[in-house]
């Protein structure tokens, strides 16, 4: 998308420091992080939400978890503890409709509810 | 698992009121809601982890991921929004060690921090 700011990211438009970049996803701080470790591990492909995923949607949501997992690792938050949260929509305070995972984690976190 | 609650839950030992089945994963409501929407995703596979899920695992957590979205949908937050979450480890709160993720929706979602 033109002026997604996660797609303009992905191509190098916008200068961002990438922890991680393989061929279907990248991964980038949080520039408001609400904890020590705040990643978000985002798609190249634009993907708007989890309805309709398909099988290459589901493919590609399982490396993203599995890349979320390995993040985990080099941030040094595995054994202490993370979160991932994905936002869907105007309830969740999704930000960015560029589909993406939230990994945090270096603090104890608040209650889901 | 012998004693996992949710392994039990998977295994029809523990009643339990499934929203979805199949062979990979069931879907329950949370006995604790913190939203009017609150269910969980969960692997019929007793995974404690997202490190090394390997090609099996990532395929799985895709699955769940696809489910989560069907889920959204008949639970008609889809449109309102909802979030996605999954625990891992003491700093997040994780009450169960078999892997899950929570969907919720609803309400107004909290602040991720």
Request: with cysteine; charged share 20%.
């Amino acid at each position: 998308m033109q002026d997604c700011i996660f797609c303009r990211i992905g191509r190098g438009e916008v200068p961002s420091l990438m922890l991680h970049r393989d061929e279907r996803c990248f991964v980038i701080r949080d520039i408001h992080p609400l904890a020590p470790t705040h990643l978000l591990i985002i798609p190249h492909l634009h993907l708007t939400g989890l309805n309709g995923l398909g099988a290459h949607g589901e493919q590609l949501f399982g490396h993203l978890m599995a890349v979320a997992g390995e993040m985990a690792g080099r941030e040094r938050v595995a054994a202490t503890g993370y979160r991932l949260v994905v936002n869907q929509g105007p309830d969740s305070g999704q930000a960015v409709t560029h589909a993406h995972i939230h990994l945090m984690g270096g603090k104890r976190l608040p209650e889901l509810g």
